[in-house]
């Protein structure tokens, strides 16, 4: 049984067609490429899945629920997550502080009477500072767990958001680009880090990737996006030898062109 399912998603802008019906499943526990050359329509994907913008058409279903145009902070609830291209961190806030913020939209019964709900929240706010050493922790922060994130390279501020994500008890992590930025050393790290994510937390993984030895290397699954239009999909080695695969990255040779 898919765990997420996007059915026929579209998305326009203007005149530009991002998303043109596009299909695919993410099952439980796999780690899922989805890849394209430049403009494919991989992030607006993200955006829709994530509510950052309104699907023109089709339907996204995850955990057996419709979520095709639920609130954004619902999809949180629904337990997916997801980091950026660019960190979106709170600059000046403390590393603790950045991650804490990512278990804040969980849900809190209000239909309580005052009292109860003031010890519950006191309880939750020990629960969020709890969760969140323990990911900081296990992510390695811990020695700039009181640095302000805008201080900190860049590699460490992406390692700071994928913190903020997992805070969130997310059972499904979308990576957008993961590897943008990071050195020859900080990638074989970051491949290690994705499969533990899976392996120790039991979080399913859909990631978006330009580095193809990343991206090729963890997958269970690949799917390719070309012009808004899903071309491929299979095992890694499927869609490396996937004549259109081949075509969208390095264009038509005069050899198969006519
Ligand atoms: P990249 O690998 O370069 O990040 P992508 O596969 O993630 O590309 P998208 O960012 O999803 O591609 O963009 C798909 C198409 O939709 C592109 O033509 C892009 O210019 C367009 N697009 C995306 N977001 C918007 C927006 N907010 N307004 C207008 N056009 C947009």
């Known amino acids: 049984m898919p765990d997420l399912i996007i059915d026929g998603l579209s998305k326009r802008f203007g005149g530009i ?116 050493d323990e990911i900081i922790e296990y992510l390695g922060l811990n020695d700039l767990r009181n640095y302000p994130a805008g201080a900190l390279p860049f590699a460490i501020q992406k390692r700071v958001e994928l913190a903020r994500a997992l805070a969130g008890s997310p059972r499904l992590l979308m990576l957008d680009e993961p590897a943008s930025g990071l050195s020859h050393y900080e990638l074989q790290g970051l491949a290690a880090l994705i499969r533990n994510i899976r392996a120790d937390l039991k979080i399913t993984v859909l990631l978006v990737e330009h580095n193809m030895s990343l991206v090729m290397g963890i997958s269970d699954r690949v799917t390719v996006l070309d012009f808004g239009r899903k071309i491929a999909q299979g095992t890694p080695q499927e869609v490396q030898n996937n004549p259109s695969v081949i075509e969208a990255y390095l264009g038509k040779t005069d050899a198969n062109s006519n």
């Open 17 to 132: 067609v991002a998303l043109d019906g596009v299909s695919f499943e993410v099952h439980e526990g796999e780690i899922v490429g989805l890849i394209g050359p430049n403009g494919a329509g991989k992030t607006t994907v993200f955006n829709c899945i994530s509510r950052f913008y309104d699907p023109d058409g089709g339907r996204i279903r995850f955990g057996g629920r419709d979520i095709t145009h639920i609130p954004a902070h619902h999809v949180i609830q629904s337990g997916i997550a997801r980091t950026f291209q660019q960190t979106h961190l709170f600059r000046s806030m403390t590393v603790a502080g950045n991650v804490e913020t990512g278990r804040h939209s969980l849900p809190m019964d209000f239909h309580v009477p005052i009292p109860l709900l003031r010890r519950r929240q006191h309880h939750a706010e020990d629960a969020t500072v709890r969760a969140a």
